[in-house]
């Protein structure tokens, strides 16, 4: 099961019982085009890294790619709520993205 948690202390949280990867970030990088481009970058590479599977073959391919997908959108989603709740000052100095697989399938 996937549990969305509270943005309002500057930590956003999507959990599964499998692997998951946290990105921290600071505020002052939701104020900036850079500091975003960081962020993301980040969440990529932690989707990339979630989504990788154990095995070397055609089917553990297949299964990244339906892995990655939703999971980098879950966090570019979580990155977006986090940019809302800057601006509004309802964040703190810092928080985290938590990036775990998220299958297309579930």
Same mark, same amino acid.
């Given at each position: 099961?996937?549990?969305?948690? #509270?943005?309002d202390a500057?930590n956003m /949280?999507?959990t599964? &019982? =499998?692997?998951s990867?946290?990105?921290p970030y600071?505020?002052?990088e939701?104020?900036s085009e850079? +500091?975003?481009r960081?962020?993301?970058?980040r969440?990529?590479r932690a *989707?990339?890294?979630?989504c990788? &599977?154990?095995?070397n /073959?055609?089917?553990a391919?297949y299964?990244?790619?339906?892995? %990655?997908g939703? /999971? %980098?959108r879950d +966090?570019? *989603?979580?990155?977006?709520? *986090?940019v809302?709740?800057a601006r #509004?000052?309802?964040l703190a100095?810092a928080?985290?993205? !938590? =990036? +775990?697989? !998220?299958? !297309?399938?579930?």
């Amino acid at each position: 099961a996937w549990v969305l948690g #509270s943005a309002d202390a500057g930590n956003m /949280t999507v959990t599964a &019982p =499998v692997h998951s990867e946290r990105v921290p970030y600071r505020v002052s990088e939701l104020a900036s085009e850079q +500091g975003l481009r960081g962020i993301t970058s980040r969440v990529r590479r932690a *989707a990339h890294h979630v989504c990788q &599977p154990d095995e070397n /073959t055609f089917m553990a391919t297949y299964s990244e790619m339906r892995c %990655f997908g939703p /999971t %980098f959108r879950d +966090g570019l *989603a979580q990155i977006e709520r *986090a940019v809302a709740l800057a601006r #509004s000052g309802a964040l703190a100095d810092a928080g985290q993205i !938590k =990036v +775990g697989p !998220k299958d !297309k399938a579930r």
